[in-house]
């Protein structure tokens, strides 16, 4: 789910392969997508160039379309390269670079405005701070990264350089700060961090406090 052009909610359906449009009331408003996507995952939207940037896990790939739901672009193949994604699932705009949870690849990405590749960190391992299947990433205004480590239960908080700061959760269902397979994170606008925290059937909330 993304908030679209004036006002409306973007909402990917994996299965039907669309990306619907609806008003802030739930009134449906369209859609885009059939027929050029295989299964819409992760949505984000630019407002200041006029796009949206859709995960197409199946097909490997980030589909950019513009407001009017055409396609402009595609960023990707399937690969392990720089640029290249495997079942790529959640986004996240962070000062114009596009964030991409490279899932099967056990990393982030990050690529500009253009589709070229500026950012990559994550690496397989049992250590803390590794990653197994990364499904969901997010940033704070002071550029912290928060990275959702299904396979591990934990939310990996890096810094703007890629360095681990800290590992919070792991397996649990009693401690509201432990999650069981959590897929997909989000920052609001006063830093407050949110954690689907998918097999508990609920949403965990953080607080960043900021500072160093």
């Known amino acids: 789910v993304a908030p679209g052009r ?3 909610v973007l909402v990917t359906d994996a299965d039907l392969g669309r990306v619907y449009r609806h ?13 050029v996507l295989q299964r819409p ?9 006029g796009r949206i940037y859709v995960a197409d896990t199946h097909a490997h790939d980030i589909k950019v379309f513009d407001d009017a739901g055409r396609l402009v672009a595609t960023w990707g193949k399937r690969g392990s390269e720089p640029g290249e994604l495997n079942y790529p699932t959640h986004l996240w705009l962070a000062e114009g670079m596009l964030l991409v949870s490279d899932s099967m690849n056990a990393r982030v990405q990050g690529f500009d405005g253009e589709g070229k590749p500026v950012l990559r960190f994550g690496q397989r391992g049992l250590y803390v701070g590794n990653m197994v299947r990364p499904k969901g990433v997010a940033a704070d205004d002071e550029g912290n990264l928060y990275v959702v480590e299904s396979m591990h239960d934990t939310l990996l908080v890096f810094d703007k350089e890629s360095r681990l700061l800290m590992s919070l959760g792991g397996n649990g269902d009693n401690d509201p700060a ?9 920052v609001d606008a006063r830093n407050r961090v949110f954690v689907a925290d998918m097999f508990n ?3 965990a909330v953080f607080q960043f406090l900021g500072g160093n």
């Open 178 to 186: 432990r999650f069981y397979l959590p897929a997909g994170v989000w």
């Open 41 to 49: 995952t992760g949505i984000v939207r630019d407002a200041r160039r």
């Open 6 to 8: 004036g006002g409306q």
């Open 23 to 35: 008003a802030a009331d739930g009134t449906p408003q369209g859609e885009f997508g059939d027929g």
């Open 201 to 203: 059937g609920r949403v």
